[in-house]
């Protein structure tokens, strides 16, 4: 069963005002970090012209958007995996894209990882992966994990990349990646499903 996500939605309330609805506004950025609107907390003080029953179309009537509150965890659609490398076991999340479905899909799998310009760990992959709606290229970070469809490799980057065609990113480590960067020569990996 998948679960299910329920985002509130921070929204001010209809009848206050620019002058009044600025002041909560930045004071809520900058206390919660999470909010365009007022803090949707209960307080002690009610501001005048508050009317907590009113969050409905009425409120985008102010101007100020009204947008999800982030929440915090694993998105759902992730998969989780473990990487297993001699006796070290890292953990990491696939990427709801088809292009990591793909890949998951396969697992378990045991690949033979090379190093590629000090920056990049690659495996050939058993066949190519699906590139359904996956964009022209990437500029993965530290830590993520990667698709390059040109050579059919999965690709872990310990190293600053850049932007390239044919990157596509399908995952991020949850640790860090020295037990990645360290490994010299080819080394066995085993990739399943947590």
Not at 135 to 149: E, K, L, V
């Amino acid at each position: 069963m998948i679960p299910t996500l329920t985002f509130t939605h921070c929204r001010p309330p209809a009848p206050l005002t620019w002058p009044l609805v600025l002041p909560i506004l930045l004071s809520s950025l900058l206390a919660a970090g999470c909010s365009v609107g007022p803090d949707p907390r209960p307080t002690n003080e009610t501001p005048e012209g508050w009317d907590s029953s009113s969050q409905t179309a009425e409120s985008t009537a102010t101007g100020v958007p009204s947008l999800p509150c982030p929440i915090p965890g694993p998105t759902v659609g992730e998969v989780p995996i473990t990487i297993t490398m001699a006796d070290t076991v890292m953990t990491a999340r696939l990427a709801d894209n088809p292009t990591a479905r793909d890949l998951a899909q396969q697992l378990p799998l045991t690949l033979t990882f090379t190093d590629f310009n000090q920056v990049e760990k690659i495996a050939k992959l058993p066949r190519q992966l699906s590139l359904d709606g996956a964009p022209a290229g990437s500029d993965p970070d530290i830590g993520d994990i990667g698709y390059y469809a040109p050579s059919g490799d999965v690709v872990f980057y310990y190293g600053e990349v850049g932007y390239f065609n044919g990157i596509v990113g399908i995952g991020r480590f949850d640790t860090t990646m020295e037990r990645i960067k360290d490994e010299d020569g080819p080394f066995q990996v085993r990739i399943d499903r947590a």
